[in-house]
């Protein structure tokens, strides 16, 4: 094989990249990887081993825009279904069209927030928060690091609101990861309700 990214992906047994998805998601959602690897179903030295040899390091994805993840994604699901490992091409295929939807939705609501005025004002000034907490990168990155951070709750087994409040019918899980420092508390403790809404809640629901 003289493809690089073939060769590279070659090497891990088939079905592990399913796992890598799990790993990558839980790095970039804020898990240590002791509790990455615990989602996976790996070892803490073995998830560190992947995050290594693929360049999904916690700093990589930090350093990371969208897009270039979007095209990441895109070309480990070519790469994948070139060796004719369908089930994770398709898991990676899925990555890239939930990033090209998110991408296309940003693109809409900016041309609108264009025409409307300050009806978007919430939102951008939220996203404007949230991206000033990345290395890099704006309001795209930090709709899909939102996006990304309240998914990982759903996962989790928790009920969202469309203000973003979070609850857990059978209380809160060990697992879950750490709020993010673009919140102003837990999503399942809000005790400041107008607080909540005029830094949150106002911004999620148009989101």
């Known amino acids: 094989m003289t493809d690089p990214l073939i060769s590279l992906l070659d090497q891990m047994p088939i079905g592990r990249m399913l796992a890598v998805r799990v790993v990558e998601t839980g790095l970039r ?22 995050a290594a040899l693929l360049g999904i390091r916690k700093k990589n ?36 069209r939930r990033l090209e939807t998110t991408l296309s939705r940003i693109d809409r609501r900016a041309a609108v927030s264009d025409v409307v005025g ?20 704006g309001a795209m990155d930090a709709w ?17 609101a469309e203000d973003g409040k979070a609850t857990w019918p059978e209380g809160v899980p060990d697992a879950v990861p750490p709020t ?8 399942w403790a809000v005790e400041d309700e107008d607080a909540w809404e005029a830094e949150v809640g106002a911004a999620v629901r148009l989101l």
């Open 29 to 50: 959602t804020g898990l240590s990887y002791d509790k990455a690897a615990a989602k996976a179903r790996v070892s803490k030295t073995t998830a560190a081993e992947w």
């Open 144 to 160: 899909a690091v939102v996006f990304d951070y309240f998914l990982s709750l759903r996962t989790l087994g928790a009920a969202l």
């Open 180 to 187: 993010p420092p673009w919140l102003p508390c837990d999503p």
């Open 61 to 96: 994805l930090a350093a990371e825009t969208t897009e270039m993840r979007r095209a990441r994604h895109a070309s480990w699901a070519l790469a994948l279904a070139e060796l004719g490992r369908m089930d994770e091409a398709a898991a990676w295929e899925t990555e890239t």
């Open 118 to 137: 300050d009806f978007y004002a919430a939102p951008k000034a939220f996203l404007a928060k949230v991206a000033g907490t990345l290395e890099s990168g």
